[in-house]
């Protein structure tokens, strides 16, 4: 009996529910998708660069995964509460029967087995289906070409994710079963007569909180701008702070500040059905601006995850070759004699190098708002040698044109009284002709030089993983002549002998590690950076960013539904009282669009703050993007999952009010 009843129950609410179902689905296949990645490897032929960033990948998504299975407990067990709310008067009803406590308890935990069992058994065969499709996006992003279809199916992904959803569903099981056990039968028949407490009952207060919401927002975008990426410090983490406060206050506050403008103005209040339009969002957003206020958290780090994080990796990879020019170089930050370091590990670079060159950087008592002006200096204070008006770094010519020598590039000539720039930020090279025009002059050592015609150089003279040239001066060697420039930084850039074999390389590799008076990178360690952490970075922002969106989208299209259910009566006396079909449909189309749409449009304004520090970030790696490039990435996987939920609760709601008006 207990069975049957829950057989028919779930089958009941197939219709009203499908939203909650789905969810269930889509979740069950994205978890099991993503796990699956690590299989995917052994269909791969991968280099040894790509094989060592693959297991970082599937580290990370690993790592992930964990917090992402506790993102969707949460929303499983919020939803579930949402529908046990809506089913008390129908508990109630059974107990009324004379059904025991126990035997509720029984129904409502053989659903959750019926749901668990379902979701898991569809969402696993999208899953495996979806696998498919995202082995070829693997292949693609690790430039691998896949000469056959290969079915891939993951037992490990398998074995994770039954694990994973079995412990959520009994978890939600028992949470039913206790739930059930607590209750009376006054508070189940009465349930659906319960009002949601207003929080803010004056206009007023709503209108000056609305205010303050406005002011705390908008102090916390400025100490975001005006800091950018050069200073990610404490002001940044009040920045934060004050960002999330002022999102909660604004949800807060929002619905009575909307009620009093609107009301204000009859002739938009009084038409149609809006003044029960108005009231109905007034009542919802109040009583649950809480969570409205973490979906639009939510959906701002989802914006932001997925915008940057596949941006990312684009610029990484792009420009890889361009950032390790040499086999390996070798650093040090006090400008102390790298090559005579080696030496002492008895190493000489002769037996190994087929060219290699030494050069020291320095610097003077100039700053970089002497070598750059004040309008670069302004466009480019996100940076933080530029935001502090750091030391300016001076390089000889003829160390120049040996580096441009090794990489294949012509050598460049300077007068006697002449300097140039190099640089391979893109935001400080691209005003290099206009430095020319206006004929920058710079004083060192009592002499004035002035900008050459090349200008702003763009180029890349030792291994990085990031673009970090900001402005370093090129002058002719004799301005380093009896001056008073100091050894800054020293850089011993190498190229093997092309009959050096790897265990040969691994072993000066083992020297350089050992050498204390200096750090060392190759060319593999750039590109595993790159490869490595770039498809990292896109593999996590596209499945974090897709959970999040689907998370926040579900809780949206719950408690729409929830609260469509809990208000029947309402809509039912507007019927009674003469009001056409269409028009409570247009209503209730209207209604669900301002939910989904309000905690969005601030995410999407709070985004466009945020890319815009990203975008700074991005462009230490490379060059490329735009905030406008960024929010198109973003905008594709909102417009799919965001509005296919909004039109399913539309559609949903549609059907539960026809059923039961």
Not at 191 to 205: D, G, L
Not at 550 to 563: D, E, F, K, P
Request: charged share 20%.
């Amino acid at each position: 009996m207990y069975f049957k009843l829950a057989k028919r129950n779930m089958h009941r609410s197939i219709k009203e529910y499908a939203v909650y179902y789905i969810t269930l689905v889509f979740s069950v296949a994205l978890f099991y998708c993503f796990n699956s990645i690590e299989d995917q490897s052994v269909f791969l032929d991968l280099d040894k660069n790509w094989s060592t960033a693959f297991k970082e990948i599937t580290m990370f998504l690993n790592a992930a995964s964990v917090f992402v299975i506790f993102i969707l407990a949460f929303l499983i067990l919020y939803s579930n509460n949402f529908l046990y709310r809506r089913r008390k008067k129908e508990l109630g009803i059974y107990l009324t029967l004379g059904m025991e406590n126990s035997g509720i308890s029984k129904i409502m935990f053989i659903e959750m087995i019926i749901l668990g069992a379902v979701s898991l058994a569809f969402g696993l065969l999208l899953g495996i289906f979806a696998s498919q499709i995202l082995s070829v996006f693997t292949a693609n992003l690790f430039n691998v070409e896949m000469t056959g279809f290969v079915f891939i199916f993951s037992t490990k992904a398998l074995i994770r994710t039954i694990m994973a959803f079995g412990a959520i569903y009994i978890i939600v099981g028992m949470f039913n079963v206790l739930s059930v056990r607590t209750i009376k039968l006054i508070d189940l028949l009465n349930a659906h007569k319960k009002n949601e407490k207003i929080k803010i009952k004056s206009p007023v207060i709503a209108v000056i909180m609305f205010l303050i919401s406005l002011a705390v927002i908008g102090s916390a975008y400025y100490i975001v701008l005006r800091a950018g990426i050069a200073e990610l410090d404490r002001n940044t983490i009040y920045a934060i702070i004050l960002g999330v406060i002022g999102t909660f206050l604004f949800f807060m506050s929002l619905s009575g500040f909307l009620l009093s403008v609107l009301k204000k103005r009859e002739g938009i209040y009084f038409k149609n059905l809006n003044m029960f339009l108005v009231r109905q969002l007034n009542s919802r957003v109040n009583s649950a601006f809480t969570s409205i206020s973490f979906i639009c958290l939510m959906l701002f780090l989802a914006i932001c995850m997925l915008s940057s994080g596949v941006s990312l990796n684009t610029v990484m990879n792009k420009d890889v070759d361009v950032l390790s020019p040499y086999d390996v170089t070798l650093y040090n930050y006090s400008g102390a004699d790298i090559e005579q370091g080696l030496k002492e590990y008895n190493l000489d670079l002769k037996d190994y190098a087929k060219d290699y060159h030494y050069m020291n950087i320095y610097t003077d008592d100039l700053k970089y708002s002497d070598i750059l002006g004040d309008k670069i200096m302004k466009e480019n204070d996100s940076y933080y040698p530029i935001k502090t008006n750091a030391d300016a770094e001076f390089m000889k010519l003829s160390d120049l044109n040996i580096e441009l020598k090794n990489l294949g590039h012509s050598e460049i000539s300077l007068k006697d009284n002449e300097f140039l720039i190099i640089s391979n930020v893109e935001s400080i090279f691209k005003d290099s002709n206009e430095m020319v025009k206006d004929n920058k002059k710079i004083k060192v050592s009592n002499k004035e030089y002035s900008i050459s015609k090349e200008g702003i150089m763009d180029f890349t003279f030792y291994n990085s993983s990031v673009r970090g040239i900001l402005a370093l001066a090129v002058l002719p060697d004799s301005a380093f002549e009896n001056s008073n420039m100091q050894s800054y930084n020293s850089y011993l850039n190498v190229n093997y002998k092309n009959n050096i074999d790897e265990s040969t390389k691994e072993s000066s590799y083992n020297v350089f590690q050992e050498c204390e008076s200096c750090f060392h990178a190759t060319r593999e360690d750039i590109i595993n950076i790159a490869k490595g952490t770039g498809a990292a970075i896109s593999f996590l922002a596209i499945y974090l960013g897709v959970i999040f969106i689907i998370a926040s989208s579900a809780v949206l299209a719950i408690q729409q539904l929830s609260g469509i259910d809990d208000n029947i009566e309402r809509y039912s006396m507007l019927k009674k009282i003469g009001t056409e079909e269409n028009m409570i449909f247009k209503s209730v189309k209207t209604e669900v669009g301002i939910y989904f749409g309000m905690p969005l449009i601030l995410a999407v304004v709070h985004s466009i703050v945020g890319l815009k520090l990203a975008n700074g970030i991005i462009g230490i790696f490379g060059s490329g993007t735009t905030i406008l490039r960024l929010m198109i990435i973003s905008s594709f996987f909102i417009l799919i999952i965001y509005g296919t939920y909004y039109l399913g609760t539309y559609i949903c709601a549609k059907s539960l009010i026809r059923r039961k008006v």
